[in-house]
């Protein structure tokens, strides 16, 4: 029968990697820490990219491909970004592997082909990029650059977790170049905005938009922009990032430009990127004990058709034609559907197949239903049944998915709204956290020693500063200092 | 003025350079061996992958997505695999940087943070995929598995070349797996089919099809299959290569399945790719001294309308607005047009840019030509400049890029058609090699030794055997021993 998968009240992690392994998104490699996606993970992949792509290419951005490698004395340039890094990267310090000759059949690194200057494998790609930006930026004629890259990057992570965590993973960065500071930070502001779009209409998660402590910043940043989503055990993940660099990188590679008065200046730059991780907040928000449940919009497969098939071996053609009409009926408005026709399995196995893949919309084509006019229709994210004419079917469906990709947006959203609580005592803030996991508002005094003590005490970390906060005067919720404004606090993966 | 080519008669490997680098294709990075792909380029690129994908969607292929790392271990496992990639692959063996504590500032590899097992980083994916598919399939039901993966991989090069040969480079690589000999060689064939009708219908270059000598075979491969196409200057370019891989990698990862009879036998295997590389192919079939020239099915603009500008605003406005209009007009027939209403340069430079770009077609829009009811359009292919009448303009565009395609194609035909020769004596062979390069088809008495020699000898290789090469009855070019066909050889890049 079914695979079988943990609950989320028994293992909410057994439960996350069941769904991540028996639904076909990835499985481990023989490599520590990598994962292989597997076709069906891959294909919400494609889609995800996809219209990320677009978005970004409608905000004037193209597409490059800088190396895989950063040479050691570029990774080093940029101070804070290398301290950052060094602790978890890949080092390439040969190139050639050579017999064994005390071991036939079995290769060792040829000590004669060691590399002048080690390699880093990119973790993030601004040290190469910038050190290209320096040969193509002479003018301001030459700002903005507005470059995107997909890619591989690599962090040695210890502790990994499919999708949400793993040493290599796929992303993209965006890199670009500006003549003022207002035009990066207006550029930086887009692009959280433009992930929020995409995770709010896309994916159906609602997100917190804000700014990040000096503590969790991205290392080189003046200011990281994150959008942070609540998972169902209360977690938060952030969802994607956009940094303002102002002009660290552009003086660690000396990037200058000479500005309409003719007078020279370093370029102002901005870094944005989210990644394979966003799969993992997707299943993390919407999946239930049954199974993965897509976003129509996502979903690799929007409905799954499956026809009757019985010993009438006439009957059953004809019901596996009208499957097939009606995917390409569908095919036609641009829905994505499967028709499975495979004898080799009942009906009940692949009702089950489906819900765990988390197919948004099945429709079983039966005789008697036919003879009636109607097919029976079930839903992923409410399990509901219910019979729909066949006339103008494909209409019925496209409404169907609508309905389905606005329902799990409210349902994540009422479900995080209701999780969010403003605390303003500590024994209740560190009760909360362990008894009924959630987001917590909570007043801050700004420094960054409060902020450590605070996650060494309860493990949660301020997520962000909410944009447009509203600013109230209260009290710091360790120190008791005063404080302007409450900050968003939660335990986050 | 326009950027300075150099002509192919005066030197022909800068000219290549001149291309890519002025053209804005690519760019040297600080990575020796390792190019950046400029948008230009990644524009090209994108559409060549987007048009492949479809292609192998559309023949049952799936996407999926393996690591970058290969431990040693699997590397080996494949003998003849790793013989021929051990001399030219990036190794990694630490995953951790430090401070070197005699250089403030500065990071040295942290000697406490080396690897058990050194990782490779893939030049190819066959031993970390294969260790994969040993998980995947246990029966014949599990088969076939039609695995395409689109990905950077590294290959030592000493000697590179922009796009023909780089540390680095971009590829796709299918990995299938089959239940029977017969099954997988079908696949190798379909596949080398498709690369042709790619290469030949999208990239306006015709190939020969054939099958490598062993000397020239994929190692660890039965044998290889390959599209070879010839350049202006009668190089051979490889430009694909399908592989039946045999039960090779099914044997040395042990995977095996239960066939229908309830027995077990090694599975079959195909791999197949194209690159990066493609594109070195594309500039240096069609391009001339004045720049690139793109076939109209791939380049990233298939038409730049420029409006005449003056110093009368009104009417230049106007000019403006009816380019703005004719490129939605053709955006609506699929046609990706340019508009350029840069005031700052000069009609002249933008001629000469936009020949360098190799953009197939030209369109000025200018008052007293719109008066009487007509453009001016330009051909990129021939330079020929005609006037259109502004009726069902969009029409008469889309019918100029399908003529340039075809033009293009039957140029680079005539070209590749008059260059082969047959040759019977081997002072005519090399003499041919030097002094009017092309394709030579002749006798060859089947033996890796005599292949060698003529390689030693002329720099030439046996390219392929043709498929459905014709029999006849001569003798070896090198050693007169007696042969039954002839056979393509060509020097290559």
């Known amino acids: 029968m079914a ?62 491909y800088f190396p895989l490698f950063v040479p050691k004395s570029l990774f080093e340039a940029e101070e804070k970004n290398a301290e950052g890094f060094a602790k978890e990267c890949a080092v390439v310090t040969h190139y050639r592997l050579k017999t064994d000759p005390d ?10 082909a060691k590399l002048e200057e080690e390699l880093v494998v990119r973790p993030t790609s601004e040290a190469i990029i910038w050190n290209t930006y320096k040969k193509w930026i002479q003018s301001y004629r030459d ?26 993973f796929l992303w993209q960065e965006g890199h670009t170049a500006h003549a003022t500071r207002q035009e990066a930070m207006e550029e930086t502001i887009r692009m959280i905005n433009l992930y929020a779009d995409f995770v709010e209409n896309y994916m159906a998660l609602p997100v917190i938009k804000g700014v990040k402590s000096e503590s969790e910043r991205f290392a080189g940043a003046e200011d990281t922009y994150t959008i942070e989503a609540m998972m169902q055990d209360g977690k938060a993940l952030q969802s994607g990032t956009s940094h303002f660099l102002g002009q660290n990188f552009a003086k660690a590679f000396d990037v200058k430009f000479v500005n309409k008065e003719n007078t020279e200046e370093f370029v102002w730059a901005t870094s944005w990127g989210v990644s394979t991780r966003l799969i993992g907040a997707l299943i993390m928000a919407h999946s239930d004990d049954d199974g993965l449940v897509m976003p129509p919009k996502l979903a690799p497969h929007q409905v799954v058709i499956i026809p009757f098939l019985s ?142 003590k605070i996650k060494e005490l309860t493990k949660a970390t301020i997520r962000c500063i909410p944009l447009d906060n509203p600013q109230e005067d209260g009290k710091c919720i360790l120190t008791g200092k005063s404080s302007k404004q409450r900050v968003l606090f939660a335990r986050a993966y």
């Open 3 to 64: 695979k079988e998968i943990t609950s989320r009240a028994e293992n909410y992690s057994e439960w996350y990697n069941d769904l991540v392994l028996k639904g076909g998104l990835a499985d481990y490699s023989a490599v520590r820490g990598c994962m292989v996606i597997k076709p069906y993970g891959y294909a919400l992949w494609e889609n995800m990219r996809d219209i990320l792509d677009k978005m970004f290419k409608e905000t004037g951005h193209v597409n490059a």
């Open 103 to 112: 071991n036939k059949g079995k290769l060792i690194v040829d000590p004669e």
């Open 143 to 168: 700002l903005p650059l507005l470059i995107n890259q997909w890619a591989n990057v690599v962090r040695w992570e210890m502790r990994t977790r499919l999708f949400l965590r793993t040493a290599e």
């Open 311 to 452: 010993k009438n071996l006439e009957e059953t053609e004809v019901m596996i034609d009208k499957a097939n009409d009606l995917k390409k009926e569908l095919a036609k408005m641009g829905i994505r559907a499967l028709v499975d026709s495979d004898e080799t399995k009942r009906p009940g196995f692949k009702f089950a197949e489906y819900e765990l893949k988390g197919i948004p919309l099945r429709v079983v084509i039966g005789p008697r239903d036919l003879a009636n006019g109607v097919v029976e229709i079930a839903r992923r994210d409410t399990k509901e049944k219910a019979f729909f004419p066949t006339d103008n079917l494909p209409g019925t469906i496209q409404g169907l998915l609508e309905d389905i990709q606005q329902n799990m947006f409210n349902r994540a959203k009422s479900f995080r709204d209701s999780n969010i609580t403003k605390v303003d005592d500590f024994e209740v803030f560190q009760k909360l956290l362990d008894e009924k996991p959630g987001f917590i508002l909570a007043h801050w005094d700004g420094t960054a020693e409060t902020e450590d």
